[in-house]
């Protein structure tokens, strides 16, 4: 019979953690604005080591944000 097929959910995590650098192609910034929105709080990230991490729930988060401000103005 059918097998069934098991995804490895720590991989799966990780795979979907992104990059700055992959955060700014994502919005279509420059890397400059996608660190400086760290910098600010606007956009969340982790700092894993020497590297910083954004989680995709808090790119959309961001963008609902832009998207509420901007229905509010």
């Not at 953690?17 to 760290?38: C, E, N, Q, W």
């Not at 606007?42 to 963008?63: A, C, M, N, T």
């Amino acid at each position: 019979m059918g097998g069934c097929v098991t995804r490895d959910t720590a991989t799966e995590r990780r795979a979907a953690v992104s990059s700055p650098a992959k955060v700014a192609v994502l919005l279509g910034f420059g890397l400059s604005k996608v660190k400086m929105k760290i910098a600010t709080g606007e956009l969340r990230s982790i700092k894993d080591g020497k590297y910083r991490r954004v989680l995709p729930e808090w790119v959309d988060e961001y963008v609902r944000e832009q998207v509420q401000r901007q229905e509010a103005a």
